[in-house]
């Protein structure tokens, strides 16, 4: 499984939502949402600032993910980022690979 990181930002009517239901339950929404998907949730927190929540799940590949994010932007309570993490392993393998550029004015 590919791991992400979920940004959400509430909207007004979002934030109405969670402060009637909890953060609890909104947790509890996500992580059903992404078992449902195949997935599992690694963490969940609140934030203050530029960002509401940060999640990082684990995915069964980038389709379920952009399933997430369109479903939630859709429903329109939160609009929600979604980054693919890679491992350091993962970026060593990355590093190795051989890449045919050429960089713009060469």
């Known amino acids: 499984m590919a ?10 009517n979002g934030t109405k939502g ?5 953060g609890s339950a909104r947790r509890a929404a996500v992580e059903q949402m992404l078992t449902d998907l195949g997935g599992k949730m690694e ?4 934030a203050f600032g530029e960002t509401d929540v940060f999640i990082i799940a684990d995915l069964p ?4 993910a952009a399933a997430v994010s ?3 932007n859709a429903a329109g309570g939160a ?3 979604t980054t693919p993490l890679m491992t ?5 393998e990355a590093c190795k690979k051989s890449v ?7």
């Open 43 to 46: 963490s969940f927190y609140f």
């Open 3 to 12: 791991k992400y990181l979920i940004r959400a930002n509430y909207t007004l």
């Open 100 to 106: 045919r550029y050429r960089a713009p004015g060469a």
């Open 61 to 64: 590949d980038a389709k379920s």
């Open 79 to 81: 609009q929600v980022t």
């Open 70 to 72: 369109v479903t939630v």
């Open 18 to 22: 969670l402060m009637e239901k909890g």
């Open 88 to 92: 350091p392993e993962e970026m060593d």
